[in-house]
């Protein structure tokens, strides 16, 4: 990162008219993305992820805020003119045109010369291990494959940002997983800044330098995926990222009286909102010495999950019935702790305890 | 069991070979009778083989005026047909706008509407209108009555086209006419071939909305119809053969096509 903005979105506001009523795909976006960064829109269907990305590639014209690439004011520019490529979600490559011709295409409308076309092509090719298929069809190609045509086909034209719309959501995990790999190694190759929608937090966690976390329109966190995971700013990314268990409940004196026992929350009183990974407890059936948070529950389930034991555990005086998740690690032997029915301490460090949007 | 199996895939064999026989007699007896040597003035009885109908295809000047007149309305009929109906074939399978319910419905209506009726109410609009009735008569209602099925063709390919195609094709720098070029109209091109083919068939063949507003221009299939009475001359079979047979190229190279494009 060189700190330059490659991507800046000024309070953009995307409304559709659907059935005669207005609705609000984007209520509000600001964001500012790096030169060379890897940054993903991160959220459920519908959230405007991919409105959001539409704007900055030019297919929808924001209906308020600004959209600027390297510092210019793009909003009314045409997709054709804007130094940005995407990669579809559906690939999008042209079928009546071989391999070679739909790499080709872009370096082709800006009237590049053939010999420059014809090294530029094939070092694309080779970049995205392609070489010797030039001639294919997209249609006799499988999925990695035409991902990667149209992957070399955004990248060949050197745009000073490549747009990626869910492009590995076709594939099957195994070779998900090795794109995502090779996404990552093309990027560091290239040093061209990504900007990735993905609704999978784990794809996004895996890959990306900083993440937008939205929903319903907004961004709701925005940060690097370690402080995303670790730091939820609100309850939807807490549960959206991962496994979260949620504790709420009035503090007083930074403690907050629940399950039987306590959460410590220094610094803070009044209603909190408390977050816990489940893979930061420790469950037991002694009680926790007082520097540590612990409450007392009931364990509900077990699940053997290979890596780990997943736990629920009905918390004790939880009058709404709050299920707490933890995960044990299967280090030392294939036993599990406790069992349906035991009676149980769950304990974590304070630290591991964060307060959502306070 | 087996046997009446056998029995039943005999039976089969024979009915399809009847139908396929009952459907090309037609064109047998056409092709046939082109190469009839008959001497009398009707060509309804065999009486001997020669090629001198192709000898002589265009000696009967009328015949060889009308043909030609038919082949340059349904050349240029075609021509608008394919334009307008492609246009029209992409707004409606591409967008919906003010008033797409309504054109959608006339496209329909438009195919389903009697020959009769159409001839009819074109000749009352032209001659209400003042409007002489000649070539031009004819090529604008031939474009009426075939512009729904290229319509109805190209509308089938919009409506399967990815539309990110066209927005990755400007992605790329494509402007709008450029990508019209080299990603839309290669997409949609058999939709569009096939109502071309279509509309030209429609045209060339043409009797009865033709008859309407002909006026004075004189039609193949018109110029037939009026020699019923006097007896046909071999050479509208060998006309008739020529244009069949350009009929079945055209199909096989699109058959060819069509596998080298699979």
Known sequence: MTGLSAIELEDVVKEYLSHGEVVQAV????????????????????????????????????????????????????????DVNMVFQSYALFPHMSVWD?????????????DEIRRRVGEMLEIVDLTGRERRRPREMSGGQQQRVALARALVNRPRALLLDEPLGALDLKLRQAMQIELKRIQREVGITFVYVTHDQGEALTMSDRIAVMNDGLVEQLADPREIYE????????????????????????????????????????????????????????????????????V???????????????????????????????AHDATATAERGDSVWLSWQAQHSYVIGS | MRTRGRLGDRLLHAYTWLIIAWLSSPIAVMILFGFNDKQSKSNTTW??????WYAELFDVSDLTVALRNSLVIALVSTVITVVIGTMLGLALGRHRFR??????????????TPELVMGASLLSLFVSGNVPRDANTIIVAHVLFSLSFVVVTVRARVVGL???????????????????????????????????????????????????????????????????????????????????????LIAIANAVAARRRA
């Open chain 1, 300 to 330: 509900a389930e077990v699940v053997y999950l290979g890596t780990y034991n997943s736990y629920a555990v009905n918390l004790a005086d939880g009058a709404d019935g709050t299920v707490i998740t933890v995960f044990e690690q299967n």
């Open chain 2, 99 to 112: 008033g797409s319910g309504a054109t959608n419905f006339l496209v329909f209506a438009a195919i389903s």
């Open chain 1, 27 to 82: 209520k509000g976006v600001t964001l500012d993305i790096a030169e060379g960064e890897f940054f993903s829109l991160l959220g459920p269907s519908g959230c405007g992820k991919t409105t959001t990305m539409r704007m900055v590639a030019g297919f929808e014209q924001p209906t308020k805020g600004l959209v600027k690439l390297h510092g210019q004011d793009v909003t009314n520019v045409p997709p054709n003119r804007r």
């Open chain 1, 231 to 298: 730091r939820p700013a609100t309850a939807f990314v807490a549960g959206f990222i991962g496994t979260s268990n949620l504790l709420t409940g009035a503090a007083a004196g930074g403690v907050l009286k629940v399950g039987g026992g306590r959460v410590l929350v220094p610094g803070h009183d009044g209603d909190v909102t408390v977050t816990v990974r489940p893979e930061k407890i420790t469950i037991g059936t002694e009680e926790p010495a007082p520097e540590l948070s612990g409450v007392r529950g009931t």
């Open chain 2, 47 to 52: 009486q001997g083989f020669t090629l001198r």
């Open chain 2, 162 to 248: 990815d539309p990110s195609l066209e927005e990755a094709a400007r992605d790329l720098g494509a402007s709008a006419w450029g990508t019209f070029r080299q990603v839309t109209l290669p997409s949609i091109l058999p939709g569009v071939l096939a109502g071309a083919m279509l509309s030209f068939a429609l045209s060339i063949d043409d009797y009865v909305v033709t008859s309407f507003v002909n006026g004075s221009t004189v039609t193949f299939p018109l110029w037939i119809v009026g020699a019923v009475k006097t007896g046909i001359p071999p050479q509208v079979n060998v006309m008739g053969t020529l244009i069949f047979g350009i009929g079945v």
């Open chain 1, 102 to 114: 739909n790499v080709a295409f872009g370096l082709k409308q800006k009237r590049t010369p053939a």
